[in-house]
């Protein structure tokens, strides 16, 4: 892990991390946390040596060329940046990276230790699965977190999942074992609308980290992004009456008690995060 800087002082932080990959459907989980580094003018902080743990011909190297037209190559890696946040008492450690092809627990335990050594208190993770959920109703977010103790202390479901994981799963149980409460986040991404990006998605994500935090993100142009993007699988279903007729069947199947919009609690963060934007004209 190649610092930037010296270690700085946080206060109480917490880390948020989403990575590229199987755990990302659409990108909307990575998204989200480009979109907190933007919002929250992040500071690079470190950044995984590539070389350990990537497999350059399945995550290949870019090639770019800049404004005074020098030839630039990016490595696929994984990113740490801080976020010194002006409302609440917390910093925000933010991970972005790209799923490794090898050598996960050493990968793991170079984020732990470097979370360590920054005095990371909590651990949220984000990802985003493939489901049978139609486009047009709220994105459902699951959140769970490993063991009854934190999902009681977090506010979410304990975690019942059983069968193949990937590196959210394996760094979630790192950081468990490190002896942070850790929460994971889950964005539920309609299959036949999978191509990314996805920001929808992304903002139901993004609410979910809000009401975690209890402070507001500024979305920007995400809702008007997420209205265009409805707009295009709209079209999509008028244009192949397949599609719309598996569109309608999933409306009908999905029980209108799960909607996010119909419970208390959900109306209530709703008004919540209404008066926490009040006179944002970017919230």
């Keep these: 892990m190649s610092e930037l800087d010296g270690v700085p002082v946080l206060r109480n932080p917490v880390l948020i991390a989403a ?3 199987w755990n990302d459907a659409a990108d909307s989980a990575s998204d989200a ?3 907190l580094e933007d919002v929250w003018d992040a500071l690079p902080f470190a950044a995984v040596d590539p070389d350990d743990y990537y497999d350059f011909q399945v995550n290949r190297p870019l090639v770019s060329i800049d404004e005074d037209g020098v030839r630039r190559i990016t490595w696929p890696t994984t990113r740490v940046s ?3 946040l002006e409302h609440g008492d917390r910093d925000i450690v933010l991970v972005r990276g790209i799923e490794p092809n090898m050598r996960w627990r050493s990968f793991c335990e170079e984020i732990v230790a470097l979370g360590q050594a920054l005095k990371v208190t909590t651990v949220v993770t984000l990802g985003a699965l493939l489901s049978d959920t139609p486009h047009s109703r709220p994105v459902r977010v699951t959140g769970n977190a490993p063991d009854e103790h934190t999902a009681t202390a977090l506010g979410v479901e304990q975690s019942r999942y059983e069968g193949p994981t990937g590196i959210v799963g394996v760094f979630a149980d790192a950081c468990t074992q490190a002896g942070w409460p850790a929460a994971s986040f889950w964005a539920h991404v309609p299959h036949y609308a999978a191509q990314a990006p996805c920001p929808k998605a992304t903002i139901a994500l993004l609410h979910r980290v ?4 209890d402070i507001p993100i500024a979305l920007g142009e995400l809702p008007e992004e997420a209205r265009a993007w409805e707009h295009g699988v709209d079209e999509l279903a008028r244009e192949d009456s397949e599609v719309a007729d598996y569109v309608r069947a999933l409306e009908d199947r999905e029980p209108e008690a799960e909607l996010p919009e119909a419970s208390g609690d959900a109306i209530a963060r709703e ?5 926490r934007h009040r006179g944002d004209p970017e919230g």
């Design 210 to 213: 809000e009401d975690f935090l």
């Design 33 to 35: 946390v480009g979109h």
């Design 271 to 275: 008004f919540e995060r209404y008066l």
């Design 19 to 21: 990575f590229e990959g």
């Design 82 to 84: 801080i976020a010194r």
